[in-house]
């Protein structure tokens, strides 16, 4: 995996200087035609999740432990016997957790891919990148991520030791202050100690992206290329041009000139993720929007799946949730292109898979 500090100066060579590029002023994170008119009027909440206890135990990622050496006769002469070593436990592809709270489903999720401590080192500067596109509906609604899976997010880069934990978005319906408040994400960040930021149109800067087939330059937020660690949290949800909304999707947020995308997404898309790469995926399928996205707007669209899929691997992680919509990897134009070009693996079957019943 590639360590934080490796992303840094990856990311550094590749920045550009800050190009002057003509831009379209009105931008929408998915075109357009995806945003539709939307009443602000909040529906009536469906009950909150319970608060989960910010103490849960955390799962040990076991260690082999050596065999005893049998005792030498006395008769037999002394020989010098190697050192016994630990063979360190193989963390597995990509973790499912389901069945419990949002935070627990975190909290063991990433437990089982061998700890925050993985990916996050002590004193790191940290983005966590949810899905905040509007500002129109509150979480029930499943068009923005679950606020306590992003709140276990900021507490678990805490507990691992990390200097500062940011989350942002760049909404694309209404201001970013409401979309933040609106979708519960700013109270549980708050409550968490993380902090929300409002993305600043200055700094988006002309980056080169060295390994693009087709995007070869976009304007991205310098904060998510220089900080040590992002941390990619989309919710999973229908979409009309992209036929859903995963991982690498929700990379989009990062650029500022969105509408390029849409010409050739599924390339465009990898060649954002190929430059971005984020350090861990957790795919929020507490509520999934299963038709009329990337919006939504209507209770009847949206599906209790109460499932979080975390991963370093953006396409295995994206490849699963897609079956939660009884699709394959392979319907994916922006999987199809990201195992291709070697971004990550969605060959499922021969990935090693944990399932976890957190209810259980």
């Given at each position: 995996m590639t360590t934080p500090i490796n992303r840094r100066r990856f990311l550094r060579g590749a920045a550009a200087g800050l190009g002057a590029a003509t831009l379209n002023q009105f931008l929408t994170a998915c075109g357009a035609n995806e945003a539709r008119p939307v009443s602000p009027t909040q529906a009536a909440r469906a009950a909150q999740p319970t608060a989960i206890p910010t103490s849960a135990a955390q799962v040990a990622v076991p260690t082999a432990r050596p065999t005893a050496m049998a005792a030498q006769p006395a008769t037999t002469p002394a020989t010098s016997v190697p050192e016994p070593t630990s063979t360190p436990a193989i963390s597995p592809d990509l973790v499912v957790a389901r069945s419990g709270e949002p935070e627990a489903m975190v909290r063991r999720a990433i437990a089982a891919l061998g700890g925050m401590e993985r990916f996050v080192p002590r004193e790191a500067s940290v983005i966590i990148k949810p899905n905040i596109c509007v500002a129109y509906h509150t979480y029930e609604y499943a068009a923005t991520t679950n606020p306590w899976v992003v709140g276990a997010l900021v507490k678990l880069c805490f507990e691992a030791g990390a200097r500062s934990v940011r989350v942002m978005d760049n909404p694309f319906g209404g201001t970013a202050e409401d979309a933040y408040q609106i979708s519960g994400i700013a109270d549980q960040v708050k409550a968490a100690g993380g902090e929300m930021v409002i993305m600043s149109r200055m700094k988006f800067v002309s980056t080169n992206i060295p390994d693009a087939k087709s995007l070869k330059q976009s304007r991205i937020y310098d904060e998510a290329l220089k900080a040590?660690?992002?941390?990619?949290?989309?919710?999973?949800?229908?979409?009309?041009l992209a036929r859903l909304t995963l991982g690498m999707k929700n990379l989009m947020g990062l650029i500022w000139d969105r509408p390029a995308i849409h010409g050739d997404m599924g390339e465009r898309l990898t060649d954002l993720a190929s430059l971005m790469r984020p350090q861990l995926i957790v795919v929020d399928a507490v509520r999934i929007l299963t038709a009329n996205g990337p919006t939504g707007g209507n209770l009847n669209d949206v599906k209790q799946m109460n499932t979080i899929i975390a991963s370093a691997d953006i396409v295995a992680a994206d490849s699963y949730a897609a079956t939660l919509f009884g699709m394959q990897p392979e319907d994916l134009a922006y999987v199809k292109a990201g195992t291709q070009r070697g971004l990550g693996r969605s060959d499922l079957k021969n990935l090693h898979i944990e399932e976890?019943?957190?209810?259980?």
């Open positions: 040590d660690v992002l941390i990619d949290v989309p919710i999973a949800k229908d979409h009309s976890i019943n957190v209810g259980a």
